[in-house]
């Protein structure tokens, strides 16, 4: 299982516990590799009251991981959902592992990617509390393929993410060209963001500053866990040359032989566990934080094209008011009101699903500081330990190595 911290608990009363378990990965086979998918045995125990029981288990496949990471973000937007591994790994994998195509490996590193995802899930006071979850983790594989296939509300009191972008849609045509629609990258705001808005902007600077420099530490480690897989291999290479050399040569066909190349092999499976304790505790860690940091900055992409949505209402709210001031007849005086009083609610609807977003975004920060912090010191604790513990072995194993080869 993966080691992960859960400091999400501990902001008031104390949340029902959430146990998971990906395992079992099954291949099936659909008219061709290209149709085929594996799913994943997910096993959850837990003792939250809204579920009927205690235990449940059922398999998943990724597009079902996937879908319930979507309906979280659009259901709560505002919070900070875990990060999913991507969907295609293989190719990346196989850069770190040689291209060995070591599929056992490989699903090894995605169950533990999968189980952190509902871990985190399991352990937010608000993502923990949802019905799509509880959905994910009840439904049998049928009934949760017809349930993908369903349109429904969001099970939250927040506004869903689709709603305002379909408010959007409406007033897209009146924004002027050089906004070209609600786009995440334009911005209503000429020189510079006003103060309470600032903040927001240098908070997404960070969070891709971050993002840059944990993948920049991920691809250090990349670098070096390929470094002890090649000279493992060179090892497991060296054993054998060693046993070609001198199976022929009576003077070395003795005991010392035997042991010289039992030792190179050790060796070379040395720097396999070296490498592997690497990937799965050092450089999955460094990937779901920068992860975490992407899904941070898609938070304050979603607030930024509703600051941009505020603008477009309120400038239409002037523009209607100024109309009304005109005058005209009873008629018209009385569509005025109306259509003053709709969009003043609607841009008090935007107003105060900004708020929420940024109250939920704010505690969710709070959260992610204080996760970061602590699993990137026990990050740097652990580099010291492995680099330490490995060190010893490897001088054991070269000592022992050496042995062999005394006339």
């Known amino acids: 299982k993966a080691t992960v911290s859960v400091l999400y608990w501990g902001l008031g009363e104390k949340m029902s516990v959430f146990d998971f378990n990906v395992c079992e990965p099954v291949k099936i086979e659909r008219g061709g590799m290209k149709l085929a998918y594996w799913k994943y045995r997910v096993n959850t125990k837990t003792t939250c009251t809204q579920y009927a029981r205690k235990e449940y288990g059922t398999y998943r496949r990724y597009s079902d991981f ?140 960070y969070l891709n500053k971050l993002e840059n420099a944990l993948c920049m530490m991920r691809d250090r480690f990349d670098n070096l866990a390929r470094k002890k897989r090649s000279f493992a291999g060179s090892m497991h290479d060296t054993g054998k040359a060693f046993a070609t050399i001198f199976e022929k040569d009576a003077q070395f066909t003795g005991a010392n032989y035997g042991e010289g190349v039992s030792r190179a092999e050790a060796v070379s499976r040395l720097e396999e566990e070296a490498a592997e304790a690497d990937v799965t505790q050092i450089i999955e860690t460094l990937t779901y934080y920068a992860g975490l940091c992407r899904a941070a900055e898609g938070v304050v992409d979603y607030l930024k094209s509703l600051w941009i949505l505020e603008a477009v209402l309120e400038k239409d709210l ?60 026990s990050l740097l604790s652990m580099n010291v330990d492995l680099t330490k513990e490995f060190a010893l072995k490897r001088q054991e194993a070269w000592d022992a190595l050496a042995t062999t080869t005394s006339m």
Not at 114 to 129: E, I, M, Q, W
Not at 196 to 203: A, G, M, Y
Not at 318 to 341: F, I, N, P, W, Y
């Open 66 to 205: 996937a879908w319930l990471r979507k309906r979280l973000v659009e259901t709560y937007p505002g919070c900070l959902v875990p990060p999913l591994p991507e969907k295609d790994v293989k190719e990346n994998f196989d850069k770190l592992f040689g291209g060995s195509g070591e599929e056992t490996s490989l699903h090894r590193f995605r169950q533990r990617a999968l189980r952190k995802f509902l871990v985190r899930v399991g352990a937010h006071p608000k993502l923990a509390l949802s019905g799509s979850l509880q959905e994910f983790i009840e439904l049998d594989e049928d009934e949760f393929a017809k349930r993908m296939k369903q349109v429904s509300k969001p099970d939250s009191i927040l506004k869903s993410t689709s709603q305002f972008k379909q408010m959007s849609l409406s007033v897209t045509n009146r924004l002027s060209s050089d906004l070209n629609a609600i786009s995440l990258k334009a911005t209503p705001f000429k020189d510079e963001y006003p103060p309470e808005k600032q903040k927001w902007h240098d908070v997404q600077q």
């Open 318 to 377: 002037d523009t209607l008011r100024k109309k009304r001031e005109k005058g005209g007849t009873k008629e018209q005086t009385d569509s005025a009101d109306a259509s003053v009083t709709g969009s003043m609610a609607k841009n008090d609807e935007v107003t105060g699903h900004i708020r929420l977003v940024i109250e939920t975004f704010s505690d969710d920060l709070k959260r992610f500081e204080l996760e970061k912090q602590h699993d990137l010191k």
